[in-house]
């Protein structure tokens, strides 16, 4: 390996083929280290003890460089000049910069997978250094002042002295020493250094030299954030003990770093593995070995003796040191046991992944204690058909506080959900039912009458409403009498401050799934207004931001949820769950959980089984059921042949074209040599199929189609004939950059707020919605220099969206999609492209597959290639969510003593012992009866009375305790807070009224009311 030492020369105006062809390289480029912040990094984050990295991507790309040789033990400028490939940071590009490239060669026949080099850098020490490149370091790199630096040459130049950045920091020095005036402006100049990016990597050159090597998604962001005390920590912590930084927990402790952790090979690429002693090297192999584990196959835990002879460890075996390892591993909190019956080690797990199982388990086994918000209601038993799945399903939801209904796609969950909830509404609300009665009959329509949307989706109306409601509609109606108006379109947006009200069911009920087309979908069909998982989180996160900042504290947006809807379950993460529920039982009323899926399909591709593990969990309890009939008559085929792929039995596919199910077989050609030459087979399929010359076919148009793929290059591929074929060009340009042009379709991939083109307007573009362009305009402006505005245009509207969006924005060419990317959505029809099998593509992917299609499925594959993925056997994921979840359900409600909780407790203590107390002391339970918050279960907690949010503290108190299973008590007692009678709906007065407590119906009443 042939190492390249230089410095970068300015950029010609004509960029090379080579660095056009080079950044097409990154578009596709994954960041691994960067992750959504779980319930205890965003507490950490909201008291500013760390911070959340952001990441930012270098690029590939070609650069002129000037080659610096080192002769005589010094550093010396030639003459030759060479253009060099690798991953720069613009950062660093600058002339004072020196960077090292280790050259790597590329065969002819791997493009697509070369390695690209990653430079490292240290500041220029040759002899081409000089005051003018001293000067521009200094005002240009580190922003002093130009009168400053002017000073401080001058003093130079009075003495003699040759600048250079090895004897900068003495000579500063020494200009400080000269006179009062010039000790001001050392200081500022010292002060410069220390604050701006370019200044912190000039006084750390150790750290500097491996930061894009170990952290080559972060550096920018560390340097910019991160205080030159921190950066030096590390950097002598490089030289002491650099294996802390293969430990997250570590970093996050020691310097308050979230989202960093290097790997193993990155270690070994900066020659400090060998540094290391042999029991912190063995805690790395082992700590990084059941990483991999965990997070490729998705595991929660794994067995000791199979990680031993796991593939991740052959390299690195034998140990000499597993116990030690074992034991500093368990000191630092980055590994735990679980022992066997001899007390004996018997499985490894990360603890953050044991945690988030505790916080589900704690929560649903509390929760499954209490009385679900929806109960009390009469099921319409003639609303259901005849589905007794449906109307066993609805009963559930009206007697369970946690509820887990799977099903395939058609079988009706979403329309158990909407009949249930809309008898709730009728209870609340009577002006909302009549109103909803006044709007449309169609809900008395059977289920096989649903109407279809273009997707193949079912628009199944809310009480007949087509639109999401919301709370300020359900208030407009409380407010006037009920009017069609008072319904608003889909298109109209939900504006994101908008206040909470005491409405008991626009705020009360929160619909979520994990992905936004999944919300939009669920949000359309029970007609409520849906978000994402990660939009609700991080609305918290913004919140407590807020709430920190100003002096008026405004309440959080979802603080009155009584009811969590989960669509699509089994895409859902423990981490996000989990987070999720910490953030709603901390901060809101939460009264009951249902969850939504099909336990059949994928999970998460994080480690867990949520869906199939909490449904099989609470399957003795009556609080699982299973929807087997579906309701959809297009789709008949598509559901019998799902039922017998996840049997592990191959489908049937019937002889009659366009029957909804079919294959399109395609022959593995290989040449003499061996080569194999089926993708260009199957690319033909594919063509001919978008070309609609395969008479047995008929393909609708794109908006109505995918194409899903397991491997991330038939996806390119297919992506590419799709572009050719329906927008007449490629997807990229010649530079390798996405190619829009007029006609094509933009889907935004994140919220960009823009205007219309006459100004006057300001629009917001949501999530995933769809636009197209219809032409471009080029603006000079004098702030903003030159920027590039592309008119929009979706119906009515022209939207204009500047070139900066637009790198956010993607090409709506995203025909195909791999498997884990395209769960969530139905779409009329699937094309599923089986491709050559690999070892983790198994009969679950078929599955899932194939019930995304609605109305028509078509399987492309190579004869004998679908058979044996169908094979083959989903591989189980070793998990301790439903054991925990069964054991702890079935334990008794027990307390050893009266226990006090104070609410000044430390967030150390809360987070050691894994529990969180919310502001205002709400919780989940149903009875009177303490649980302290550390049993020999390690998940319960102590349950009090709900109450109003309010600014003084209140003394802890130690509730009555009653036996199990024991009839709940009313309690007599004096108000210590405000809050409102139950049966007169008047003030309770802290300290003044007398009130009654029923801890069954957590309910408080005035005692005259009783």
């Not at 209870?427 to 006044?438: M, V, W």
Request: net charge neutral; hydrophobic share 35%; with cysteine.
């Amino acid at each position: 390996m042939v190492e390249f030492r230089g410095f970068l020369l300015p950029k010609e105006e004509k960029a090379s083929k080579d660095e056009a062809a080079s950044d097409s390289d990154s578009e596709n480029d994954n960041d691994d280290d960067v992750r959504n912040p779980d319930y205890h990094d965003i507490m950490r984050l909201s008291a500013g003890r760390c911070q959340y990295l952001t990441s930012t991507k270098m690029r590939c790309s070609s650069e002129k460089m000037q080659e610096v040789e080192y002769k005589n033990g010094r550093f010396i400028v030639s003459q030759g000049e060479k253009t060099i490939r690798a991953r720069f940071d613009s950062m660093f590009s600058s002339p004072w910069w020196m960077a090292m490239v280790e050259l790597v060669e590329i065969a002819a026949s791997s493009q697509t997978q070369r390695k690209v080099a990653v430079p490292s850098y240290s500041i220029r020490l040759d002899d081409g250094v000089d005051a003018n490149l001293v000067s521009l370091f200094l005002t240009k790199g580190c922003s002093v002042n130009e009168e400053h630096v002017s000073a401080f040459l001058d003093f130079a130049q009075s003495r003699n002295i040759r600048l250079t950045f090895l004897d900068l920091l003495k000579n500063l020095q020494d200009f400080g020493s000269s006179g009062e005036v010039n000790s001001d402006i050392c200081k500022q100049i010292q002060t410069s250094l220390h604050s701006s990016p370019t200044g912190k990597a000039f006084l750390v050159p150790e750290w500097t030299k491996v930061a894009h090597r170990l952290f080559p998604c972060h550096v920018r962001t560390l340097l910019s954030s991160v205080d030159l005390g921190v950066l030096r920590g590390m950097e002598k912590a490089l030289k002491d003990e650099p294996w802390i930084f293969g430990f997250q927990c570590i970093i996050k402790e020691r310097y308050g770093i979230l989202g960093c952790e290097v790997k193993i090979p990155s270690l070994v690429n900066c020659n400090l593995m060998e540094k290391m002693p042999v029991m912190n090297r063995g805690a790395l192999y082992i700590y990084n070995a059941l990483c991999e584990v965990t997070y490729r196959c998705g595991h929660t835990y794994f067995p000791l003796e199979e990680l031993k002879n796991t593939k991740y460890l052959k390299p690195f075996t034998p140990f000499t040191s597993w116990d030690e390892s074992l034991d500093y591993l368990k000191e630092i909190n980055a590994v735990k046991t679980d022992s066997d019956n001899y007390g004996k080690p018997s499985s490894l797990f990360l603890p953050s992944i044991r945690n988030y199982e505790q916080t589900i388990v704690r929560t649903i086994s509390k929760m499954m204690k209490g009385h679900p918000w929806v109960g009390g209601v009469e099921i319409d038993e003639k609303a259901f058909g005849g589905d007794q799945d449906q109307l066993e399903a609805a009963k559930m939801m009206t007697t369970k506080p946690v509820v887990v209904v799977s099903g395939k796609g058609g079988c009706g969950k979403t329309h158990v959900v909407s009949k249930v909830l809309s008898q709730m509404l009728k209870l609340k609300i009577p002006q909302f039912a009549a109103a909803c009665e006044s709007h449309t009959k169609q809900d008395e329509e059977p289920m096989g009458g649903v109407s279809q949307s273009f997707s193949g989706v079912s628009q199944m109306d809310f009480q007949g409403c087509a639109s999401p409601i919301r709370s300020s509609t359900i208030n407009s109606v409380l407010e006037t009498p009920p009017r069609v108006e008072k319904f608003p379109k889909c298109s109209d947006q939900l504006p994101e401050d908008e206040s909470e009200t005491s409405d008991p069911g626009g705020d009360e009920v929160l619909l979520t799934a994990p992905t936004g087309k999944a919300a939009s979908i669920l949000g359309k069909r029970i007609c409520f207004q849906a978000y994402t998982l990660h939009s609700v989180i991080f609305s918290y996160l913004k919140w407590i931001e807020a709430k920190k900042c100003s002096e008026s504290h405004s309440t959080w947006k979802f603080s009155d949820v009584k009811l969590l809807v989960c669509d699509e379950s089994s895409l859902i993460s423990l981490r996000t769950f989990a987070t999720l529920l910490n953030i709603l039982t901390m901060n809101s009323s939460l009264q009951q959980i249902i969850l939504l899926g099909d336990k059949h399909q994928l999970p998460s591709i994080e480690p867990g089984n949520l869906l199939a593990d909490v449904f099989n969990a609470l399957l003795n309890h009556g609080s699982s059921v299973t929807l087997r009939t579906n309701h959809r008559s297009e789709s008949q085929l598509i559901v019998e042949n799902a039922e017998k792929i996840s049997r592990q039995q191959m489908p049937f596919f019937p002889p009659k074209p366009l029957s909804g199910f079919m294959r399109l077989g395609y022959q593995a050609k290989q040449s003499e040599s061996g080569v194999d030459f089926s993708h260009i087979a199957l690319n033909q399929v594919v063509k001919d199929l978008l070309e609609n010359k395969i008479p047995s076919v008929s393909l609708p148009e794109p908006e109505r189609s995918q194409f899903i793929a397991f491997r991330h290059d038939d996806c390119s591929e297919i992506n590419e004939l799709c572009s050719r074929i329906y927008n007449q060009h490629p997807l990229k340009n010649d530079k390798g950059k996405v190619d829009f042009q007029v006609g094509d379709k933009v889907c935004v991939k994140k919220n960009v707020e823009c205007f219309d083109i006459h100004g006057k307007e300001e629009v917001k573009l949501n999530n995933g919605e769809i636009f197209f362009i219809r032409k471009i305009i080029e603006e000079k402006d004098n702030h903003n220099k030159k920027t590039t505005y592309f008119d929009l245009a979706n119906t009515e509207k022209i939207m204009t969206i500047d070139a900066k969006m637009l790198k956010k924005a993607k090409l709506r060419h995203a025909w195909a999609r791999t498997i884990h990317t395209f769960q969530g959505s139905e779409i009329d029809t699937v094309v599923y492209v089986v491709g050559r099998p690999g070892f983790y593509q198994t009969c679950q992917h078929v599955y899932t597959a194939v019930t995304r299609g609605v109305r028509q499925v078509i399987i492309i594959s190579n004869p004998g290639h679908l058979e044996e993925v169908v094979k083959r056997k989903p591989f189980p994921r070793k998990t301790r969510l439903q054991q925990y979840l069964a054991d702890d359900l079935l334990k008794p409600v027990t307390c050893t003593g009266d226990k006090d909780i104070s609410e000044s407790a430390s967030f150390a203590n809360d987070e050691k012992s894994g529990f969180h107390r919310r502001e205002d002391d709400r919780v989940i339970g149903s009875t009177n009866q303490e649980i302290c918050p550390q049993t020999s279960s390690g998940y319960l907690t102590l349950p009090t009375p709900p109450q109003t949010p309010r600014s003084t503290k209140r003394k802890a108190t130690s509730p009555v305790r009653e036996q199990p299973n024991s009839t709940p008590t009313k309690r007599i007692r004096t108000a210590q807070y405000n809050s409102n009678c139950k049966v007169c709906k008047g003030p309770v007065y802290a300290g003044r009224d007398e009130i009654t407590y029923n801890g069954q119906t957590k309910s408080w009443v005035h005692k005259n009311c009783v």
